[in-house]
Each structure stands twice: as structure tokens, then as C-alpha cells.
């Protein structure tokens, strides 16, 4: 089988041997695993009226012997069933890099802020007891921006170091690269999300509760120009981050979008490998 023609020949023969009546199939790959090239046969039934269903899958290894191994096969067919990111889904993850990175940008800072206002330094120049629930409040947002600072590290990190997967996977299908890709940017990337969407809920919620203490001191006529300051900006912070969030949610329903498939895929394996059992052995020579 040195060259293309007799490869298709022995390729078509292989696919008719294990035909079903009704079935059309179709030719898939190279998935590479362990850097070897690996080939798909899958089997359809419907077309026309009916809406087109995969039926069953056989793997060939590089010398098109057919696989039988489990654990072969089934990182094989994930491989090929899971979602493979596109040049467009590159471009929206490099667009969420970069919002990512603006975030832990400004809460990675030594001291930590509320828009202009330096609140790490604002606390301890607070002495006033009539001010103690300003400054209790400002002790949570520190605390809560270390939270942020933390989520938005360990999701830029993680980002940088798959976007290679990303790459790689445009130009070439392996079990290694699609491997990472679900595990880090479907579910890994999906849980850091929705934990820094909900510290943000609790920030914003946070800066209510200061803006409301601070209202009480204007009342009385005691609202120094910091505080003035501070007042605004966490107001101007407070609508920000309801746009942030809502830019955040469109992050987390791609990845609901790619889980739904991800499952999809991982029940589809168990019939495939059933499938594939009991055709291989119906048609045994």
C-alpha cells in the first residue's frame, strides 16, 4: 500500500466489508495519538428526508489494521467527536485573554483600588470612629480584591498555557492538544468563570453597601474630598461591573455550548464501541 490509489482500494473495501443495509460511510482523520496517525470509517444512516446519524465507528491504526484496544479507540473518537475550535473561536479567546489580563491587571496591584481612589491607603488615614463603617467596608473590598486578584491569575494563566492546544488543534487533530482543550477551556476555564463572575457580584455588592455609608456621613455635612471621590467612582464601579458580568456570561455560555457537546460525545463513545463490537464480530471471516 505504497501508494494513494491502493490505499483507497484496500480503504473502500474495508469500509463495504462492514456496511449496513441503508448505511452510507464516510472517511475521517488522521486523529493523532502518541504522535501516530490514526484513521476513522463512520457509518450513516438518513440523508435526504431523514436527518443524517452516525451509526458506527471504526478506528484504524497507521498500518489501517483495525483498533480494538479501549482505551485507543475511545481517545480516538473523542478526539474526533468533541468540539474543534475554529480560527473565529481563536479569535474570541484572544479577545477574552486580553480582558482577562486588563482585569488582573488592575487588581494585582501592591495596593489595592476602587476606581482612582488608593483604598489600601485610605484605610489607615481614617481614624475617625464615626467613620468605622466606611472603613470596616473598605477592609472587605482589600480582602475581596485579593480574591479577584488570585481567580484572575489562575484563569490567565491557565489561558496562556492552552492557547497553544488552540493553535495546534487548527492545523492538526490530536488526542494530546483536544485533551487539554476540554479539560482546561470547557470545564477548568467554565469553573473560574463562574467563580470570578460571582466575586464580582460580591464586590459590586460590596461597594453598594459603601456607597450607602458613605451617604449617611454626606448627610451630616462630613465628606472629605477622598471620600467625595471614592463615593463617585464606586458608583461609576458598581455600573461597570454589571457590563463586566454581562461580558463575562457570553465567556461562560460558549463553554455551557461546548460541554453540551462534550457530553453528547462521551455518550455517543458507549454506543459507537458497542456498535463497533458486534459488527466486528457478525462479520468475522
Not at 237 to 263: D, S, T
Not at 269 to 277: N, R, V
Amino acid at each position: 500500500m505504497s501508494n494513494s490509489l491502493s490505499q483507497n482500494a484496500f480503504l473502500k473495501n474495508l469500509a463495504e466489508k462492514y456496511v449496513l443495509k441503508g448505511e452510507k460511510y464516510r472517511f475521517g482523520g488522521p486523529v493523532y495519538y502518541n504522535n501516530y496517525p490514526y484513521w476513522i470509517i463512520y457509518y450513516v444512516k438518513g440523508g435526504f428526508l431523514k436527518k443524517p446519524t452516525s451509526t458506527c465507528l471504526i478506528i484504524l491504526d497507521e498500518n489501517y489494521r483495525i483498533v480494538t484496544d479501549r482505551d485507543v479507540y475511545n481517545k480516538i473518537t473523542l478526539a474526533f467527536l468533541y468540539p474543534r475550535p475554529t480560527s473565529e473561536f481563536l479569535k474570541v479567546y484572544n479577545d477574552e485573554l486580553k480582558e482577562i489580563s486588563v482585569i488582573h491587571k488592575f487588581f494585582s496591584r501592591s495596593e489595592k483600588f476602587v476606581g482612582r481612589v488608593n483604598v489600601s491607603q485610605l484605610e489607615k488615614e481614617i481614624y475617625d470612629p464615626k467613620f468605622k463603617e466606611i472603613t470596616a467596608t473598605i477592609k472587605e473590598i482589600i480582602e475581596q480584591s485579593y480574591k479577584i486578584e488570585k481567580l484572575s491569575n489562575e484563569l490567565l494563566q491557565l489561558k496562556e498555557s492552552t492557547i497553544g492546544d488552540i493553535k495546534n488543534l487548527l492545523v492538526k487533530l490530536s488526542w494530546k492538544n483536544m485533551d487539554n482543550f476540554v479539560k482546561n477551556v470547557v470545564f477548568k476555564e467554565y469553573e473560574l468563570l463562574t467563580e470570578l463572575t460571582h466575586a464580582f457580584i460580591i464586590r459590586s455588592n460590596l461597594l453598594k453597601k459603601l456607597v450607602g455609608a458613605i451617604e449617611k456621613i454626606e448627610k451630616s455635612g462630613k465628606l472629605t474630598g477622598k471620600l467625595y471621590l471614592l463615593f463617585n467612582d464606586a458608583k461609576t464601579e458598581i455600573k461597570a461591573i454589571e457590563g463586566l458580568n454581562l461580558y463575562l456570561e457570553k465567556f461562560i455560555k460558549i463553554r455551557e455550548g461546548l460541554q453540551a457537546v462534550c457530553e453528547e460525545s462521551r455518550q455517543l463513545l458507549e454506543d459507537f464501541l458497542k456498535a463497533m463490537k458486534k459488527r466486528l464480530s457478525s462479520f468475522r471471516d
